[in-house]
């Protein structure tokens, strides 16, 4: 049958169009039959022969058509590769890296517009400079691709990119692989669009680095994050950047104000300024970056308030402000920006109430991080807010006294933080209502009083910390809830430990009990706690054994039972613990010997003082627990000698084997202690070290220590003492010379021991020794004149010993004048002793003293004179020159700003009589004594801040009131100078109240570390600490937190000296 002709026409048609269309499909996605050209095929063949791949992930590298590869793009038109995408599946891993060398055949793919080769390993080799002859590409992405050495400026030449990402990785030691000698090579990149160079070292790059980048108008998402940049231009001659939509300049050493250029470019979305040194205020400028989602100026000293034109930011969805310096109230415009989810203000200083008008249109929040500021919360008993939060910290703020009432309507909060917020309440019943989404619980360091709610429920493996307030009645939280985390420690709990704790609990990673009154025995059920990494029930009046079911907690980093009535062996099981790095068994009754810990080679911390364990130190103990940094042994049976092994244990930093009853000499090996020969120490508590499985720990250790004649309780600082004492033993032999070697020893206890011999003529090396106790012993001969270089030393004591000879004076010596020092010496002489030595140091000659009476008159006007005119000519010279005053003023503000920020460190005051203080600081140097714990060096410290800032902003406060006369200043700086006219009135600046606002924080973590260990008393001849002794602390502490507020209210104090 033959097909009349226009069907056939028609059929063949379709036909062709269907080829046609097929063709074009498959060239694009590799399955032309001609596939890509000869020459670029065989350009991939060259790289993948350099390129070692251990995943095959090139493993269709092999076929005619090279558009059919994995990675490879072919165009659609025409038969040429125009994407080589090489990034690594895995992003950060290293499973699924390339290595090798990039060959330079990728020349010839002269179509090729996208490569990218992140998240590889290229072996440290440089960037390949014949990128920068592939003037066809778009997209270019080197992200972590393992390249060190300089970015050749060649890639400027690559005109068409619009993606260009160069972030790179730090080494191990924390420093860049890749640099960048100049910038220039930037501006010619005019069609730049994104732009990354995250962790890339610019420091090289000179002052001009923005001016280069505004010279890419192109550009709408820059990133110089962790660059080393240390400078930004205060002004630009014309603003380029109209496009830029996101901008990152964190992580660097940026010192300065932030710019006003900044706040014109309008077009900004994300901002991110934080982790840098940015200065002064933020000016109401600020509301002009309307488009504005994310502002981060987290980690800079900036000071001041808010602007109120912040509530312009009517797109603002994040608000990080922490860690600053701000010192002013929240702009009630704050509750306009109803688009914000996180704020993030804690760290600050913000003072003043905030109340409902702070959160009228905040429909959207849901992560409120405000603690450690110093306002007040304060909203009607009746407010409902307008926002759901899921997250709402507010610690070392006043919230209290009683709990806020909104929280009720909270149906989605998932953490609640308000630790130390003053609240004097009862756990109110409503509270229950929002327990059950709680993961995180926080209301420690209050004065929460009555029992637990019986009816709080928790979801599963929440974290719950109720820790140092006045809760009592029996354990609670046991049967409805499954914990990871329970702190119940410094309470009036009581009764026993439930039996099922076991089976109750069986998630729970922390367990901290202690400073309780629990009675009775450790529940064996402990055993089944197999995720436990810490166990803290110290300080209860738990007794029996402990239970061998204790070494099925294989995860067990940290087990204190001290301070109980506990009996019996150790158990051998413990010996299985092989993640234990801190151990205190001490103050209970425990006997036997030395537990079988071989094998616990992660023990840092191990503390077995004050029971009745016998036999000898296993020599294993220096052999295999290499990490151990505190040894403390004291008040035991021990006998037989002093191991040698011991000296093998070089980060040991406190050896303590008093009162037990060993014998033979002191190994002269012991000058092997590494950690305590350095002098200059690095605060590193265990609780850094711990790895607390899926949870953040609570958990901070403690130490009893003899020292300087009494027993101190050290907390956070306990990696800083350094401590040998191995008193009230028998030891004989000499003191041995190579102690002395250990110059980072800041107490030294050999006393009641059968020592004979010198005191080592080398004593004088312990630099940084504070007490030296040798007394009750054997010694003889001379003391050393070399004593008198003991500068720190506060306690020593040489009583009781055959010593003869003059006492040495001069230094820090002269100022122990208790003859008790060196009484039971019948043959010492000279001062403070009424013996006076037969060979004194013969008088002034009465005929030369009117002489050196003048000369001492003299020696003292030449000084007198001298500080004067010195002044005066700084001064005259401060009136004449106007570059030298405004030059002085600078670096004035920039020493007051590092003073602000040395006031984070600060630690708490004391009171000296120092009339020229405030009437408020003198509150707070007072309120450290009702601890009864007093440190001359934070006295010094805290006074040297204060008078030196004082006399710092007097000096600004002259140089800016000589140019204001001069009408050398601007209105910003007349204001500023009435500001600081007020303040001095006051006699207090913004300065000084940072530094004692940031004392208090010191204040609470060191005060309530020792609070529950301060009080003891006797019983039955052991020595028992009351647990609910931290509540003295909490009032001490609220005694500081009020005289705060009177630094904040309080009147003129005049400033004399």
């Known amino acids: 049958m033959k097909i009349p002709k226009s069907v056939s026409q028609y059929l063949l048609f379709f036909v062709i169009l269907f080829l046609t269309e097929n063709f074009k499909f498959n060239t694009y996605n ?24 251990h995943m095959n992930r090139l493993s269709t590298w092999v076929d005619r058509n090279c558009c059919t590869w994995k990675g490879v793009s072919c165009s659609n038109e025409t038969r040429h590769v125009v994407k080589l995408d090489l990034r690594n599946p895995y992003n950060k891993s290293e499973k ?64 068409n990119l619009h993606f260009l990402s160069l972030q790179s990785a730090f080494s191990p030691n924390g420093l860049p692989v890749l640099k960048v000698d100049g910038l220039e090579w930037l501006s010619r990149l005019s069609s730049l669009e994104y732009l990354h160079m995250g962790k890339v070292d610019l420091s090289g790059v000179g002052d001009a680095w923005f001016e280069v980048i505004n010279r890419v108008p192109s550009l709408s998402y820059l990133s110089i994050s962790n660059c080393f940049l240390n400078t930004i231009p205060s002004s630009l001659p014309s603003l380029n950047l109209k496009s830029l939509v996101y901008l990152d300049i964190s992580h660097n050493n940026i010192s300065s104000a932030i710019p ?14 934080h982790k840098n040194k940015f200065y002064g205020y933020v000016p109401e400028l600020l509301g002009q970056l309307t488009n504005l989602r994310t502002l981060d100026v987290s980690n ?17 969805k994040q608000l990080i402000l922490r860690e600053n310096l701000f010192d002013g109230t929240l702009p009630s415009s704050l509750g306009q920006l109803s688009q914000l989810v996180e704020l993030n203000i804690a760290y600050n200083f913000f003072h003043g109430d905030l109340s409902e008008i702070h959160f009228t249109d905040l429909k959207r929040l849901n992560m409120m991080l405000a603690h450690s500021n110093c306002f007040t919360l304060k909203v009607d008993s009746d407010w409902v807010p307008p926002f759901q939060l899921e997250i709402f910290t507010v610690r070392n703020s006043n919230v209290g006294p009683l709990f806020p009432s909104w929280l009720r309507t909270q149906k989605v909060l998932r953490s609640l933080d308000l630790s130390n917020t003053s609240i004097i309440d009862t756990i109110p019943d409503w509270f229950g209502k929002i327990t059950p989404h709680l993961y995180q619980l926080k209301l420690s360091y209050n004065k929460i009083h009555g029992q637990v709610p019986t009816s709080l429920e928790f979801p599963h493996r929440a974290k719950v910390s109720l820790s140092s307030n006045s809760l009592d009645g029996l354990f609670p939280l046991t049967s409805l809830n499954s914990f990871s985390l329970l702190d119940l420690s410094n309470n009036h709990f009581f009764g026993p430990i439930p039996l099922h704790i076991g089976e109750e609990m069986p998630s729970l990673q922390v367990l901290s009990v202690s400073g309780n009154l629990f009675n009775g025995s450790i529940p064996t059920s402990i055993g089944k706690l197999h995720n436990l990494t810490i166990l803290d029930l110290a300080r209860n009046q738990l007794v029996g054994s402990i239970p061998e079911s204790l070494g099925n907690c294989s995860r067990m980093q940290v087990l204190n039972l001290e301070s109980n009535y506990l009996s019996g062996e150790i158990p051998k099981s413990i010996g299985r613990l092989i993640s234990l790095m801190s151990m205190q068994l001490g103050n209970n009754s425990l006997s036997g010997e030395f537990p079988p810990l071989k094998s616990c080679v992660s023990l840092m911390l191990l503390d077995l003082g004050e029971n009745k364990l016998s036999g000898n130190i296993p020599t294993w103990v220096g052999e295999s627990l290499l990490s151990l940094m505190i040894l403390r042994l004291r008040s035991n049976i021990f006998e037989g000698t002093l191991p040698p092994q011991l000296s093998f244990l070089s980060s040991l930093q406190v050896l303590d084997i008093a009162n037990n009853k060993l014998s033979g000499s002191i190994p002269q090996s012991f000058n092997n202690f590494t950690a305590m020969a350095n002098s200059q120490k690095i605060n590193r508590s265990l609780r850094d070290r711990l790895v607390i499985y899926g949870s953040v720990t609570f958990y901070a250790e403690s130490l009893s220590i003899v020292m300087k004649g009494r027993t101190l309780v050290y907390g956070s600082t306990l990696s800083l003492v350094t401590v040998i004492d191995i008193s009230s033993n028998s030891l004989t032999g000499e003191i041995p010379e190579s102690l002395t070697k250990l110059m980072g020893l800041l107490a030294l206890n050999l006393s009641m021991n059968h020592l004979t011999g010198n005191i080592p003529n080398e004593i004088g090396n312990f630099r940084n020794l504070e007490s030296l106790d040798v007394s009750n012993n054997h010694l003889y001969g001379e003391i050393p004149v070399s004593i008198t270089d003991l500068n720190f030393l506060i306690a020593l004591n040489l009583s009781n010993n055959n010593l003869s000879g003059k006492i040495p004076m001069g230094n820090q010596l002269q100022t122990l ?21 037969t060979k004194e140091t013969p008088p002034v000659n009465p005929a030369h003293e009117g002489e050196e009476v003048v000369k001492l008159v003299w020696l003292e006007t030449s000084f007198g004179f001298g500080f004067s005119f010195g002044i005066l000519g700084l001064f005259i010279v401060l009136f004449i020159s106007k570059p030298c005053c ?21 630690l708490p005051h004391y009171s000296m009589g120092c009339h ?46 000589r140019r204001c006369k001069k009408n050398e200043v601007s209105d910003n700086e007349k204001d500023i100078i009435d500001r600081l006219i007020v303040l001095m009135r006051q006699s207090k600046s913004g300065s000084l109240s940072q530094v004692i606002r940031h004392g208090s924080s010191m204040l609470s973590e060191s005060q309530f570390m020792a609070g529950s260990n301060t009080t003891s008393f006797h019983s ?3 020595q028992i600490r009351h647990p609910n002794q931290s509540h003295k602390t909490v009032d001490t502490f609220l005694t500081c937190q009020r005289a705060l507020k009177s630094l904040e209210d309080s009147s003129s104090s005049s400033f004399t000296t």
């Not at 002269?110 to 592939?134: C, R």
């Not at 800079?300 to 603002?316: A, D, T, W, Y």
């Not at 405004?886 to 600060?906: E, F, M, N, Q, R």
Request: proline residues 4%; contains cysteine; charged residues 15%.
């Open 30 to 53: 590799g399955g032309s039959v001609m596939g890509c050209t000869e020459t670029e095929k065989q350009a991939l063949i060259e790289l993948k022969s350099g390129l070692k791949d």
């Open 96 to 159: 699924g890296c390339l290595s090798g060398k990039i060959n330079a055949s990728l020349i010839r793919l002269q179509h090729l517009t996208y490569l990218d080769l992140s998240f590889n390993d290229f072996g440290g080799s440089p960037v390949p400079e014949f990128i920068g002859s592939m003037t066809t590409l778009n997209y270019l992405n080197l992200e972590s691709a393992g390249f060190i050495g300089t970015i050749p400026w060649q890639i400027g030449n690559l005109s």
């Open 260 to 273: 006003n250029w900044l706040f014109n470019v309008t077009s900004l979305v994300n901002l991110s300024l």
């Open 300 to 316: 800079n000293l900036l000071r001041g308030s808010i602007p109120f034109s912040v509530g312009k930011l009517r797109s603002l």
């Open 817 to 837: 004048d208790d003859p008790s020092i060196y009484s039971g010496n019948p043959l010492l002489c000279g001062y403070p002793l009424p013996m006076k030595c």
């Open 886 to 906: 405004d030059a002085l003023s600078y670096y004035l503000d920039v020493i007051i700003d590092k003073v602000s920020g040395i006031g984070k460190i600060c």
């Open 916 to 961: 020229w203080l405030p009437s408020g600081i003198m509150k707070l140097l007072e309120c450290e004594t009702q601890g009864g714990k007093i440190n001359s060096l934070r006295v010094l410290l805290i006074l040297s801040i204060g008078y030196w800032t004082k006399l710092l902003l007097n000096m600004r406060r002259f140089l800016l009131d």
């Open 1020 to 1022: 039955e001849g052991k």
